[in-house]
């Protein structure tokens, strides 16, 4: 009876859901007609527009909302220009006018009644209509309007590279209306769209050498008839010959054709023109028996690559259809073009897809593209909001088939991102719309971490399960707009089962997942005990299996979840052969520390050392070992191993040993840092670390008494990391403390009464530096700054002498051209209290040279040499002056005990340089500073002698970690004394800043992120 009435409720239920839908849900109907011609001497099109719009809600409609997206090109004042300034391109931010476009000549009218248009919202893309008699439901209006489209270049999707022409977002397009209300929203790069389905009828004018490529299906016989034949032709051509020496582009006919196509049931309509295609066409039979053509558009230079591309084509469609059902469009069609937004774009029926070199990855774009056509195409969401379902699901089947082709572990990549993200704390959740996601968070968010979520869903529901509810939503759903609650509620009804767990705490909520191997048992011969402990905040179930050595499963176990903070232990069988025992082998589970979830056997060889570099394995926490080289003038060639942790994903703790022999010196020496980082999911502080280092290096040598001085620098430090308002906050805060203690060797001589000097050795003194910062950085790519505000207290001379130093510096840059920039810095710093005003030993200054490293900051080649190469070596900190000044204080080099104020000015030259090295820069630049002179033996003829300038021309490589810079003009004390020197090298400067290059930034760069 219980059985009975449990399949009675189960009925029931989808009986009342799809009731619900259809009681509830609606969705508007449009249809267009659009006529346009081609002008390639403007890049323009002009037309005229027209809409049948249906409403089928309940409501009167007083407005209709239209989209002007090509508007977003117009200016840098749009959504899209913000965007993708601060996502780091900045070719849109510096483009001609004569590079941008916008749509314009519009006159929205009805035969109806009048309309009036305005933008309540701002900017010129989200237009309102107001209807001067409402809209009643069941009820159409057909609006119409001229227009004349500018096309821009290939910032993004729509755009033309000289005369190959991308229509994408391209017309007026009404946005949709749903239970919400209206959803008007601007165009962005990164984030996609929401749109109502429609029908359409696309008249083109355009000259008679053109291919087209388009969604929908050409209905003119004459260009069908054309195209075939020309399809035919490319079939026969020697295509890889063709890539190897591609002919010259086509000059356009003088003569115009007129061209029809017509899509029905579609959310968009995509066109793209150019007259030097080849075309290949391949027919593929569907499961129905029904022919379905598939279409492949591509220039000379990717023929090799792309006569491939039907083949590619034909297998990901066949196993989207097997998935979730069968392809209903009439066609296909991808296009290898110049687009601006990612690797590849999709619209009903066609793609777009960058140029590439591989055919794996064209594989792989080609399926995650024409997959689009299921999900987002098919199964509409509103991918501006919910990002990660379309992506997500996409991504996921797309990973199934990657797999099925080419084996390995697609989702690798995903989970490598999601766990570099993690680690940093830098992570946001899925559930967030796409303009509130960093960059590269919008990949995590909407691709990677959903894929990973969805796999293990199938691992848990099993593949035959899986795709039997996937079957079921696209029956259900196709060509219907759903979203979040609607997708889970059609896989826990599908499944019978609670699956808040997937779709609230992993895709929703942003739960972190921590499950551990805490301890296994053994319970006689034939059984183990395990102890599972869950570490996270997530209840995922838990899926724990037996492996090999070659990481195939031999044998699974599908636990129930554990609560948060629960630990308890399952018994399962032994296996004699396996190589390990782990919770989820495959990593789909985004879990924040993949480390604690494996237990290898006794006999398991496991790797207790990485050789040169990290492990890929992110399992793997065993130290990194390479040979570290490096230089001082007092210590000569340093040689030695550098021991380290994983710099890519580490773990709370964290270190770096650089344990070295001077070949001069004879000495073991080296540095080393302990570092304990946490990252914290709630509060103001995002993360917290506590560092403890220590180095030892010579600082003096004085070859007649053959000895070397040595310093010994230990270092305390806590900093704080300030949580960032929102995802897309470019503006990061930090609290930090610093400690050091000194001991410096002292060379100890004797006078006699004869005035001879005696060398009696060595003696050693301590000293101690406290440091209290706050820093400020905003890292917008436009115009990127840094402030840091420092307290500063020492003690040395046996704790006899004491300062107090307050100090302001800071970096301010801002771009005028991509890759052109002008930068500020400046320095203000002071000692409100100083025991030693006329000669305390660690003044400020305006130049400081490499004696002046006085806290043991900065890698220098040669401390308080005076000539040859290493007197060159110059810090820029403090005053940041470049000029190298050996014997400063004989001329007063802007030193004081009291205050300094400098300006540092430099630029890149706005030309194009002979060479365009990656990292290099040629920069004029200009310093200027104030000090106040505290020192009583040096006596200024005015007050413009503390005044101290330069003028010069720097090489910056690698953004600030080194510089080489020239000195031309200066000011008199300073041009008086280079005039000295009489040598031209003496102009010269050479600055090393290993500091300027941080962990984080090094794994960025390397990574690409």
């Not at 609606?26 to 403007?42: P, V």
């Not at 060797?745 to 050795?761: H, P």
């Not at 194009?912 to 004029?924: H, N, S, V």
């Amino acid at each position: 009876m219980k059985s009975i009435l449990a399949l009675l409720l189960f009925f029931c239920s989808g009986f009342l859901s799809v009731w619900g839908q259809s009681s509830d849900y609606f969705q508007q109907q449009s249809r267009y007609e659009i006529h346009f011609r081609l002008n390639e001497a403007q890049h323009s099109l002009s037309g005229h527009w027209k809409m049948s719009y249906q409403n089928q809600s309940a409501d009167s409609l007083t407005e209709i909302w239209i989209h002007l997206w090509p508007n977003a090109y117009r200016n840098n004042g749009s959504p899209f220009a913000h965007q993708l300034a601060e996502n780091g391109d900045l070719s849109f931010q510096f483009a001609a006018d004569s590079a941008r476009g916008g749509i314009d000549s519009l006159d929205f009218s009805s035969p109806s009644q009048s309309l009036s248009s305005s933008f309540p919202l701002g900017g010129q893309e989200m237009l309102r209509l107001e209807l001067s008699s409402p809209l009643a439901p069941g009820d159409s209006l057909l609006i119409e309007s001229p227009f004349h489209l500018k096309v821009p270049a290939s910032f993004s999707r729509l755009g033309h590279q000289k005369q190959y022409y991308q229509l994408c977002q391209w017309y007026p397009k009404v946005a949709v209306y749903d239970a919400e209300g209206w959803h008007p929203m601007p165009y962005l790069d990164q984030g996609e769209f929401y749109g109502e389905f429609g029908d359409y009828d696309i008249y083109i004018e355009l000259p008679a050498n053109y291919w087209v490529a388009a969604t929908g299906q050409l209905q003119t016989a004459a260009e069908q008839k054309r195209l075939a034949d020309w399809a035919k032709a490319c079939a026969k051509m020697d295509l890889i010959g063709l890539s190897v020496d591609p002919p010259p582009s086509l000059p356009s006919d003088s003569s115009f054709k007129q061209l029809h196509y017509q899509a029905k049931n579609v959310q968009d309509f995509a066109l793209f023109l150019n007259k030097d295609f080849y075309v290949l066409k391949k027919e593929m039979p569907l499961a129905t028996g029904r022919k379905l053509p598939l279409w492949a558009f591509f220039e000379a230079e990717e023929a090799y690559i792309w006569q491939l591309a039907p083949d590619f084509m034909e297998k990901s469609t066949r196993y989207y259809s097997k998935v979730m059902g069968e392809y209903p469009y009439p066609q296909i069609t991808a296009v290898q073009g110049p687009l601006g937004a990612g690797g590849g774009m999709e619209y009903p029926m066609i793609t777009i897809i960058n140029p590439t070199s591989s055919k794996k990855y064209l594989d792989l774009l080609l399926a995650h593209e024409i997959g689009h056509n299921w999900w987002y195409g098919i199964l509409a969401s509103n991918e501006r909001k919910h990002p990660w379902i379309d992506e997500g699901f996409n991504s996921y089947i797309e990973s199934r088939y990657m797999q099925q082709e080419y084996g390995g572990q697609p989702l690798r990549q995903a989970y490598l991102a999601y766990l570099l993200q993690a680690q940093r704390n830098e992570e946001q959740s899925s559930a967030l719309p796409s303009d509130s996601l960093s960059n590269f968070n919008y990949y995590l968010a909407a691709y990677a971490k959903p894929s990973l979520i969805l796999s293990y869903l199938e691992q848990h529901l099993g593949q035959p399960k899986m795709d039997s509810i996937l079957q079921a939503i696209y029956e259900k759903w196709q060509f219907k707009h759903l979203g979040p609650q609607e997708l889970q509620r059609e896989f826990e009804q599908g499944s019978g089962q609670d699956l808040g767990w997937c779709f609230q705490e992993l895709l929703q909520d942003k739960k972190r997942v921590d499950l551990a191997l805490a301890k296994l048992s053994n319970l006689g011969s034939d059984s183990l005990l395990v102890q599972i402990q869950n570490k996270g905040q997530a209840a995922p179930p838990i899926f724990l299996a037996y492996m090999n050595e070659e990481g195939e499963l031999l044998q699974a176990f599908k636990l129930p979840p554990l609560a948060a903070g629960e630990t308890k232990s399952f018994r399962i069988p032994k296996l004699a052969h396996a190589h390990s025992l782990e919770i989820d082998p495959f990593a789909y589970l985004p879990d924040y520390n993949r480390a604690n979830q494996q237990r290898y056997f006794a006999r398991s060889k496991r790797k207790r050392i990485n050789l040169l570099y990290p492990s890929p394995d992110f399992t793997n926490q065993a130290p990194s070992v390479a040979p570290i080289i490096g230089y001082n003038a007092h210590d000569g060639l340093l040689l030695g191993l550098g021991v380290y942790s994983n710099p890519i994903f580490p773990k709370n703790w964290r270190y770096q040993l650089y344990p070295l022999v001077g070949t001069s010196s004879e000495q073991l020496l080296g540095q080393g840092q302990f570092t304990f980082h946490k990252g914290l999911q709630k509060g103001k502080i995002k993360d917290y670390q506590i560092s403890l280092g220590y180095k030892r290096y010579s600082y003096f040598s004085r070859e007649r008494y053959n000895y070397k001085l040595q310093y010994q620098r230990w270092r305390l430090a806590a900093e704080l990391a300030l949580r960032p308002k929102a995802g897309r906050q470019f503006r990061r805060q930090y609290i930090g403390l610093e400690n050091l203690l000194i001991r410096e060797e002292e060379e100890n001589f004797e006078r006699d009464s004869l005035n001879n000097i005696s060398y009696l050795g060595k003696t050693a003194s301590f000293r101690s530096v406290h440091r209290l910062y706050y820093r400020w950085e905003n890292r917008h790519p436009l115009a990127p700054a840094n402030y840091k505000l420092a307290l500063e207290f020492a003690q040395y001379d046996q704790g006899q002498e004491q300062y107090l130093k307050l100090s302001l510096e800071g970096q301010k840059d801002w771009y005028y051209a991509v890759g052109k920039k002008v930068g500020l810095r400046f320095f203000f710093g002071g000692f409100p209290f100083h025991s030693d005003r006329d000669f305390g030993a660690y003044p400020l200054h305006l130049l400081s040279r490499n004696a002046h490293d006085y806290h043991y900051d900065n890698y220098v080649l040669g401390r308080n040499i005076q000539s040859g190469f290493s007197e060159q070596q110059v810090l820029i900190k403090e005053g940041g002056f470049k000029l190298p000044i050996a014997n400063a204080q004989a001329i007063g080099d802007g030193r004081s005990n009291s205050f300094i104020g400098a300006i540092n000015l430099r630029a890149d030259l706005p030309i194009r340089l002979p060479f365009r090295l990656p990292y290099f820069r040629l920069q004029p630049y200009f310093d200027l500073g104030y000090f106040e002179n505290t020192a009583p033996s040096l006596q200024l003829d005015s007050p413009a002698d503390a005044i101290f300038y330069d003028l010069g021309l720097l090489l910056d490589i690698g953004d600030g970690l080194a510089q080489i810079s020239y000195s031309f003009y200066s000011n008199e004390r300073l041009r008086n004394y280079m005039k000295d020197k009489n040598n031209f090298w003496a102009r010269f400067g050479i600055s090393i800043n290993l500091n300027s290059w941080s962990r984080e930034k090094l794994t960025d760069e390397l990574i690409g992120f």
